[in-house]
């Protein structure tokens, strides 16, 4: 069965870490890029970070830049997602989702396609920053 879990997330005050991890089963991620996408209360889903397929480049948001930083270990078939200095704004559930022989460069057009343009997509884990 092919799938995507999500795991890590939690309750951390302002200013805290966490760190999210994706692991998939079914089938290796070497070949696919990850994107790691966080939908808050009432807000669209937005994607904060990815990395891609064979050229390993990595993509932020500007919301996300120079705090979170994404890194992917192929042996444990798993991506990451370091989260620093987290805000109350950072407050969403995360997903992580891939897509086939992808490249973080062409994800806005990725996400004019159904599902944003993703093949798999894991079940999300919520991460709360509060005080």
């Known amino acids: 069965q092919l799938q995507l879990v999500e795991s890590g997330g939690g309750l951390v005050q302002p200013g805290g870490s966490l760190r999210l991890s994706c692991a998939a089963s079914?089938?290796?991620?070497?070949?696919?890029?990850i994107v790691w996408f966080r939908q808050a209360p009432g807000k669209d889903r937005d994607g904060v970070s990815c990395?891609?397929?064979?050229?390993?480049?990595?993509y932020y948001a500007d919301s996300v830049k120079g705090r979170f930083t994404i890194s992917r270990d192929n042996a444990k078939n798993t991506v990451s997602l370091q989260m620093n200095s987290l805000k109350p704004e950072d407050t969403a559930v995360y997903y992580c989702?891939?897509?086939?022989?992808?490249?973080?460069?062409?994800?806005?057009?990725?996400?004019?396609?159904?599902?944003?343009?993703?093949?798999?997509w894991g079940k999300g884990t919520l991460v709360t920053v509060s005080s």
């Open positions: 989702a891939t897509r086939k022989n992808g490249y973080c460069s062409a994800l806005k057009y990725y996400y004019t396609m159904d599902s944003y343009g993703m093949d798999y």
């Open positions: 079914g089938f290796t991620l070497d070949l696919y890029a």
């Open positions: 990395i891609g397929s064979r050229d390993g480049n990595t």
